[in-house]
């Protein structure tokens, strides 16, 4: 299976600042990367696919980039309701998540 | 409105066996393959398996063997089928819609979350 590194653990961010979040796959898979949320007690919720695309309803603050091993979400103006945990996961095959970066308020 | 609901958690002791189910609304089991994933307390995030528009299922090496997913689509109900359960097994199962084409899946949405917990 593909392993997924996320880096740092955990970002502390001020609100209104941008957080930049990374992801890095074992092996290339392409554009085949996708990010979620997590909030406290709830499901992840999908936010980008293909890399840099976002799932419907997810606001333009949130942007991804990256190719082969090497991915970056970040977020821009870093609003109350963005301080989560995210995941990221590779879909070039069986699927696989890395263990999470927690934004937290600095 | 896709929507996913999860039932059946509950605590088990090693050994033994418990049945989640899942009610799909908004798709269908043509439209998209379904996949459960798990996410163990205070951990990260873990594939089980999914069945697909066809009915083919593929399974994580973890529970491959003493895992079956399976569904009833006359009731929009999807089943995971756990056997031989592990302590490790201990986790909050999550039911989701399958997005892309196999084998690049992701997951979109997800329902709530059922807890199976497996201690003596």
Same mark, same amino acid.
């Given at each position: 299976d593909i392993l997924m590194t996320q880096s740092p653990a955990t970002l502390s961010v001020s609100p209104g600042e941008r957080a930049t979040l990374s992801c890095r796959a /074992? %092996? /290339?898979? @392409?554009?085949s990367l996708a990010w979620y949320q997590q909030k406290p007690g709830q499901p992840p919720r999908l936010l980008i696919? +293909? @890399?840099s695309t976002r799932a419907t309803?997810?606001? +333009?603050r949130f942007s991804g980039s990256g190719s082969g091993t090497e991915f970056s979400l970040t977020i821009s103006?870093? %609003? /109350? !309701?963005?301080f989560a945990v995210y995941y990221c996961q590779q879909h070039y095959n069986w699927p696989t998540f890395g263990q999470g970066t927690k934004v937290e308020v600095k | 409105e896709v929507q996913l609901v999860e039932s059946g958690g509950g605590l088990v002791q090693p050994g033994q066996s418990l049945r989640l189910s899942c009610t799909i609304s908004g798709f269908t089991f043509g439209d998209n393959a379904v996949s459960w994933v798990r996410q163990a307390p205070g951990k990260g995030l873990e594939c089980v398996g999914f069945i697909r528009t066809k009915g083919t299922t593929e399974y994580a090496a973890s529970v491959k063997g003493r895992f079956t997913i399976s569904r009833d689509g006359s009731i929009s109900t999807a089943y995971l089928q756990m056997n031989?359960?592990?302590? !490790? +097994?201990?986790a909050i199962y999550y039911c989701t819609r399958v997005r892309g084409s196999y084998p690049r899946y992701w997951f979109d949405p997800w329902g709530q979350g059922t807890l199976v917990t497996v201690s003596s």
């Open positions: /074992s %092996q /290339s898979v @392409s554009t696919y +293909d @890399s309803g997810v606001p +333009d103006g870093l %609003q /109350s !309701e963005d | 031989n359960l592990k302590i !490790e +097994d201990t």
